[in-house]
């Protein structure tokens, strides 16, 4: 689906509207995860969900939490470890009539199910013309920040956008997150839902309702006048924060969350860059192949080129494996003084 | 149990599958040989009896997965001959729409949830399958086809173990022709048979003539009954041979002409004519009959096919996500 920049932005609008009238009920990212999960469960008897420990163990970032003690070990099932036969599972349950939601603990492991992921689910419905679908989803945590180290801190999102087949939803925040896993858990294709481990104990205002947000839209988190900065998953409130600062010192950005990177809207994204003339693109992931070449891409492929005052810049992680030291970890993505410093110096180069 | 050999109406479809199979399979081969097919396939020439012996022991709504040897277990399962030639044409009336050619043949409506490109792949998928009709509360069952190479895949063994703590109702049907493309079982693993790697996940392991479709048949009955009754999975193991390579770039380096013409001696379907003609269930005239239908029914399908509209690049993407 893709929708213009002012459907874009009046949603963005909507949801900030909404959030207002039910601002008294704040609540985390993980709760609203927990909740999405709960009300597809009670709506839907195809949905359930499987994964290690996500039992009475409440799963390795508490996402699943009472969910075992509400539903019962048969729709929140406990698994062995072995992340290739969980998500097999799940894709033969979808073939079958269900609407499994696969946990795998952290998001580096889908290294592990990785055929199942990409052999399996996001071509059987392509290769057999059509005549099947793979309604599931894939939640996974991804990202740095937690000292977990080189296995237990990739973002690998850019993997799995590059996969026909796939849609990849990358939710920035708790307000967000609840009705982006409606939409996914109702979608009839396999999506990767990943989840930035940072902002689970973050928290917003929540609908309590079954509102959903529909995948490809891109959201407008902010508009200014001099940047736009397009930013996925933890990066977008690092980039919130470095707008407030740089509205200090005269400079004026939007912030941009594609929200799900497939399918990607990118019509608001080149229309902001239009207005602007100035793109700052900032990931976690390493900048190399990453996504935001993919944007930039768009960018220099449109007639947004037209409007550049100053090459497209892009933040992102190093060419590096997450490393453990905090001070090393803290270095190897952007922080927000990075995004800050980058956004000033974009402003000299025009 | 009654013997697929004891009735003639069974008899006759027993051997009716196995010449629709064995019939098909010759007419994909001359036609790539001909230069009228493209792209590479994998015949189970001399596995007939396996296929069918296994989905035989099904019922119409029982599921199947498939491998990239899977014509057989298709028309066993009672795919359409038109629609798969179709498919193997390329044509917009195949299976796929000539998205999949002859390794990702399916007919969900059948039961068949799909051939598979990957060595073990479709193993965690007919398992995930047994959960939903556990969950669903229905008494399906699933068999997985695979070969020997697949049971040295990670798939095997985390599939074959989710089967067996959750008492999944599911098949392990490995068709053992004694080669994972080249690499023969003797080399690539260290057990008398693969039935006995059952013994790791507490499940029984049988293993069968896998070309006497009759053994086939009781051994999957007997392994079906246990799925359906809540009782969990069972890993079957079917000996049988293919006589042509592993694919169209095979000059059967790796094994020798003898063997090859030892096991073709070996015809499961001749062996099953002599057997039902012995019994006097069937007469030899009935064979012929049977046989003759056969080979009308591939080539009218193969006409039928060919006739059909190619696949239309104007519509390539419109099958890439689905849509509600």
């Known amino acids: 689906m893709t929708v213009t920049s002012q459907t874009s932005t009046s949603q963005a609008s909507t949801s900030q509207a909404s959030q207002t009238s039910t601002g008294d009920r704040v609540i985390t990212y993980s709760e609203a995860v927990r909740e999405a999960i709960a009300e597809a469960m009670t709506a839907d008897e195809r949905v359930f969900m499987l994964g290690e420990d996500i039992g009475v163990y409440g799963g390795a970032f508490g996402v699943s939490g009472d969910l075992y003690h509400r539903f019962g070990p048969e729709r929140i099932r406990d698994t062995p470890i072995s992340e290739l036969g969980i998500v097999g599972a799940a894709v033969g349950a979808a073939l079958a009539g269900m609407r499994p939601i696969v946990e795998i603990q952290f998001s580096d492991f889908t290294c592990q199910a990785m055929d199942q992921i990409v052999n399996q689910a996001a071509k059987i419905h392509f290769m057999l013309g059509g005549a099947a679908q793979v309604p599931m989803v894939l939640r996974a945590p991804l990202g740095s920040g937690t000292g977990a180290a080189a296995q237990h801190s990739q973002s690998l999102e850019a993997w799995f956008a590059h996969v026909p087949g796939l849609k990849v939803v990358m939710p920035s925040c708790a307000e967000e997150v609840k009705g982006l896993l409606l939409s996914a858990i109702d979608d009839p294709n396999p999506v990767m839902f990943l989840e930035h481990k940072l902002l689970y104990r973050t928290s917003g205002p929540v609908p309590e309702g079954a509102d959903r947000i529909p995948l490809g839209t891109t959201a407008v988190r902010r508009t200014g006048r001099d940047i736009t900065l397009v930013a996925t998953g933890v990066m977008v409130s690092r980039c919130l924060e470095a707008a407030e600062t740089l509205a200090g010192e005269g400079i004026d950005v939007s912030v941009l969350d594609p929200r799900t990177l497939s399918p990607l809207d990118a019509q608001p994204i080149l229309d902001d860059v239009s207005r602007t003339g100035r793109a700052l693109l900032v990931q976690e992931a390493p900048g190399h192949v990453g996504f935001m070449a993919e944007i930039a891409s768009r960018i220099v492929e449109s007639p947004a080129i037209f409007h550049l005052l100053a090459p497209i810049r892009r933040l992102c992680g190093l060419d590096v494996p997450i490393p453990y030291a905090p001070q090393l970890e803290t270095a190897a993505v952007p922080q927000v003084d990075g995004i800050v410093e980058a956004a000033r110096l974009l402003m000299k180069e025009s | ?324």
Not at chain 2, 86 to 98: I, M, V
């Open chain 2, 1 to 324: 149990m009654a013997r697929l050999g004891e009735d003639p109406g069974t008899a006759r479809r027993t051997l009716e599958a196995m010449w629709r199979i064995r019939r098909f399979e010759e007419a994909v081969d001359d036609l790539f040989a001909r230069g009228l097919m493209h792209g590479t396939m994998h015949l189970s020439i001399g596995q007939e009896a396996s296929a069918t012996g296994t989905c035989f022991a099904l019922r119409d709504d029982d599921a199947i997965t498939s491998t990239h040897r899977g014509h057989g277990h298709c028309i066993a399962k009672g795919a359409d001959l038109e629609q798969m030639m179709a498919e193997l044409l390329a044509k917009e009336t195949g299976y796929c729409r000539g998205r999949g050619g002859s390794m990702h043949i399916a007919d969900v409506a059948t039961g068949n949830l799909g051939a598979n490109g990957i060595v073990g792949g479709g193993i965690p998928i007919a398992a995930g399958a047994g959960l939903a009709y556990q969950l669903q509360g229905i008494d399906r069952v699933v068999v997985s086809f695979f070969g020997d190479g697949a049971t040295n895949e990670g798939a095997f063994h985390e599939a074959v173990n989710l089967a067996s703590i959750w008492k999944l109702p599911v098949i392990f049907l490995c068709e053992n022709n004694k080669y994972g493309m080249s690499f023969s079982t003797e080399k690539s693993i260290n057990v008398e048979t693969i039935a006995e790697r059952s013994a790791a996940y507490g499940i029984p392991g049988v293993t069968v003539d896998g070309n006497d479709v009759e053994a086939v048949h009781e051994a999957v009955t007997t392994a079906v009954e246990r799925a359906r009754t809540g009782q969990g999975p069972t890993l079957v193991e079917s000996l049988t041979y293919r006589w042509k390579g592993h694919s169209k770039s095979d000059k059967n380096l790796y094994r020798t002409k003898e063997e090859i013409a030892e096991w073709r001696d070996k015809d499961p379907i001749g062996r099953f004519e002599t057997l039902v003609v012995e019994r006097g269930v069937l007469s030899a005239e009935d064979v012929e009959q049977v046989r003759a239908a056969a080979t009308n029914d591939v080539r009218d399908a193969a006409r039928r096919a060919n006739a059909a509209p190619d696949a239309d690049p104007d519509d390539l993407l419109d099958a890439v996500f689905a849509t509600a």
